[in-house]
């Protein structure tokens, strides 16, 4: 069974999907390690040339989005109440 490799449009989306839920995340040091993290791995499978690793890459950076989003939701019920130091804006 072949499996179509996504195109360069649709790595693009999933990414700017997956830095976008990162954002929702409430806690300072989970949203930039979300953030790092979704970087990192593009990064480490940009090399990636064959089609049906692209193609597994891909399918799991869908999956990595859908646990996203449902630990955002969970997290911004139990949000901090107070902002990080990386967050409160100097005088």
Same mark, same amino acid.
Not at 14 to 30: E, G, H, Q
Not at 45 to 56: E, G, K, L, Q
């Given at each position: 069974?072949?499996?179509?490799?996504?195109?360069?449009?649709?790595?693009?989306?999933?990414?700017?999907?997956?830095?976008?839920?990162?954002?929702? #995340?409430?806690?300072?040091? *989970?949203? %930039?390690?979300?953030?790092?993290?979704? *970087?990192?791995? #593009?990064?480490?499978?940009?090399? *990636?040339?064959?089609?049906?690793? *692209?193609?597994?890459? #891909?399918? %799991?950076?869908? !999956?990595?989005? %859908?646990?996203?989003?449902?630990?955002?939701?969970?997290?911004?019920?139990?949000?901090?109440?107070?902002?990080?130091?990386? %967050?409160?804006? !100097?005088?």
């Amino acid at each position: 069974m072949a499996t179509m490799a996504p195109s360069m449009p649709e790595v693009i989306s999933l990414m700017r999907s997956l830095l976008r839920t990162a954002a929702k #995340f409430p806690d300072y040091n *989970i949203r %930039e390690y979300t953030r790092r993290r979704v *970087i990192d791995a #593009f990064r480490e499978n940009r090399a *990636i040339t064959d089609a049906s690793s *692209i193609a597994v890459a #891909f399918a %799991e950076g869908k !999956s990595q989005l %859908e646990v996203a989003k449902r630990q955002a939701v969970v997290y911004s019920l139990y949000a901090p109440k107070i902002k990080s130091v990386m %967050e409160i804006e !100097s005088l």
